[in-house]
T-cell receptor
Framework: GAVVSQHPSWVICKSGTSVKIECRSL??????MFWYRQFPKQSLMLMAT?????????EQGVEKDKFLINHASLTLSTLTVTSAHPEDSSFYIC?????????????FGNGTRLTVT | QQQVKQSPQSLIVQKGGISIINCAYE??????FPWYQQFPGKGPALLIA?????SEKKEGRFTISFNKSAKQFSLHIMDSQPGDSATYFC???????????FGKGTRLSVIA
């Protein structure tokens, strides 16, 4: 089955620093990947849609200059949290459709737990 | 505006019992309705999904019932086991390579 790999699984950083999270589709190419954020005991909220070779599309209220998304290849999308602050501490999860096909199920990575001290 | 409403927020079921989680949606453009299971510290894993052209889909102990006219769908877990204890999310998406919109989740506890 389709596998989405996310790295790192957890990271602790100091306030003001930047953190990069990688999302890879391991056995298929994905022109589109979706980034979600999940606060403790809450649902998954879509942050942005990552499009290979073009700019990401951000949801309302998500700062594009703070959450930089790069989708430079068909198998890799990165999310960089710039100048992180404690309120950015959350669980970040990426997802992609198997085989990159629009009618395939959406598979999720195992998430990245970000803690900003 | 919550596009997918999920209930209950939490559920306690005896081992061997049936767990039932309900969801309702507003947007008639949605045409794909999956259920995900999430364990603490992990990403959500797809359990089962349905499209509006069928009213029921069963995979093992998991069944989705879908009522298009009422814009509701539900997950039934038969013979619930302690290992089923997790958070369950319903979701919906429109046609094409579009993102999922999630319900708020149901925390299921199956007790022996």
């Amino acid at each position: 089955g389709a596998v989405v790999s996310q790295h790192p699984s957890w990271v602790i950083c100091k306030s003001g620093t930047s953190v990069k999270i990688e999302c890879r589709s391991l056995d298929f190419q994905a022109t589109t990947m979706f980034w979600y954020r999940q606060f403790p005991k809450q649902s998954l909220m879509l942050m942005a849609t990552s499009n290979e070779g073009s700019k990401a599309t951000y949801e309302q209220g998500v700062e594009k200059d703070k959450f930089l998304i790069n989708h430079a290849s068909l198998t890799l999308s990165t999310l960089t949290v710039t100048s992180a602050h404690p309120e950015d501490s959350s669980f970040y999860i990426c997802s992609a459709r198997g085989q990159g096909l629009s009618n395939s199920p959406l598979h999720f990575g195992n998430g990245t737990r970000l803690t900003v001290t | 505006q919550q596009q997918v409403k999920q209930s209950p927020q939490s559920l306690i079921v005896q081992k061997g019992g049936i767990s039932i989680i309900n969801c309702a949606y507003e947007n008639t453009a949605f045409d794909y309705f999956p259920w995900y299971q999430q364990f603490p510290g992990k990403g959500p894993a797809l359990l089962i999904a349905i499209r509006p052209d069928v009213s029921e889909k069963k995979e093992g102990r998991f069944t989705i019932s879908f009522n298009k006219s009422a814009k509701q769908f539900s997950l039934h877990i038969m013979d619930s086991q302690p290992g089923d204890s997790a958070t369950y999310f319903c979701a919906a998406s429109k046609a094409g390579n579009t993102p999922l919109v999630f319900g708020k989740g149901t925390r299921l506890s199956v007790i022996a």
